[in-house]
């Protein structure tokens, strides 16, 4: 009995192992979304293909503590963000009257994509144990192919950081 748990643990660490290694990557195409926003409008990564780049900064919770000063950076620096042909979002699987609610509070002047069915921050292998997203950013480029993943997103310096990113990775200036 022993050795048959042995076994079947090997075989799930393995799985797991194996999930983990077919998360996205820089070179992959990123998945396409249709998502609702803050802004009230809807969102397609397609309609950006060949126009411009495209930053997604998943964020765990509306209102919560690390979500919020992520929130606020990007609202009070966007600018920095804006000297790129780029269109930026946060995203989360918060419901969407959530996500417009902590807009507004916040100020943001960006749309916060919703994703409650969690199909898209599946599709990018965001979600973690507790059903939300992790705090990764995604740099997609004109040609839908991710450019760079952030896992070690910091709120604070968030909007500063995306713009030397973009700068790093060669996305055309706005002007």
């Known amino acids: ?72 950076s990007l609202a009070e620096n966007g600018h920095l963000i804006r000297e790129y042909e780029v269109t930026y979002f946060m995203a989360s699987v918060d419901p969407l009257e959530e996500n417009t609610a ?23 292998g965001v979600l973690n144990q507790r059903g939300m997203a992790n705090r990764w950013t995604f740099y997609i480029g004109k040609s839908g192919r991710i450019l760079y993943i952030d896992k070690e997103v910091r709120p604070r310096t968030s909007a500063e950081d995306m713009a030397a990113r973009l700068g790093e990775l060669g996305v055309d200036s706005a002007q």
């Open 1 to 72: 009995m022993r050795r048959l748990i042995a076994v079947a643990t090997m075989m799930l660490l393995a799985g797991a192992a194996g999930a983990q290694d077919a998360q996205l990557q820089a070179g992959d195409m990123a998945p396409d979304f249709s998502l609702q926003a803050s802004d009230g409008k809807t969102y397609d990564l397609v309609d950006f293909r060949g126009e411009q780049a495209v930053v997604i900064a998943w964020y765990p919770r509306a209102f919560t503590r690390g979500c919020t000063i992520e929130c606020k």
């Open 102 to 124: 902590f807009a507004a509070e916040q100020n943001a002047d960006f749309p916060l994509l919703s994703d409650p069915t969690k199909v898209t921050a599946n599709a990018y």
